[in-house]
C-alpha cells in the first residue's frame, strides 16, 4: 500500500539536480574560503568562517521560505552540505515560534538536529576508542 501511494522518482531529474545543486554549494563553499584566506585568515579560520556563512545564510532563506524551494528542487543537494544541518535547526524554530520561546522555539530547535548531534557525538567517542585501541597494538 505504501509503495502505491508514494509518488514516483523521477531519478532522471533528481539525481542531476541534486548533483549540480550540491556541487555549486560546495564549489561556492571552496570559493569563500579562497575569499576568506585572502582578506589574511588562516586555513583552519577560512574554514570555520565558511561554515558560519553557510549557516547564517541558510537560516536566512529558510526564514524568508525560499531554502524550501531550493531543497523541493535539488532534494539530497541541500540535505548532504551544512546547509541542511542548519535548515533542520531553522524550520522547527520558526514553525512553533508561536507557542513561545521555551517550549516553543528552545524545545522544538533541535527536533530534528538533536538525534544527529547525539548520535554523531557518540560515534565519534566510540570511533576514537577504536583507534585508540588499534593505536595500542
Known amino acids: 500500500m505504501a509503495k502505491q501511494a508514494s509518488p514516483k522518482s523521477k531519478s532522471y531529474k533528481n539525481v542531476p539536480a541534486a548533483f549540480f545543486v550540491g556541487g555549486f554549494i560546495c564549489m561556492l563553499g571552496e570559493l569563500l574560503r579562497q575569499l576568506y584566506i585572502q582578506w589574511g585568515c588562516g586555513k583552519p579560520e577560512a574554514s570555520a568562517w565558511v561554515s558560519i556563512t553557510f549557516i547564517a ?57 538533536g538525534p544527529v548531534i547525539v548520535y554523531g557525538t557518540l560515534a565519534s567517542i566510540v570511533y576514537g576508542i577504536v583507534l585508540w585501541i588499534i593505536g595500542l597494538f
Open 57 to 113: 545564510i541558510t537560516a536566512l532563506l529558510t526564514g524568508l521560505n525560499v531554502f524550501d524551494n531550493i531543497a523541493k528542487f535539488a532534494g539530497a543537494g541541500t540535505i548532504v552540505p551544512i546547509t541542511g544541518f542548519a535548515n533542520s535547526v531553522a524550520a522547527p524554530a520558526l514553525e512553533f515560534k508561536t507557542e513561545g520561546m521555551v517550549l516553543g522555539l528552545g524545545a522544538k530547535m533541535f527536533i530534528i538536529a
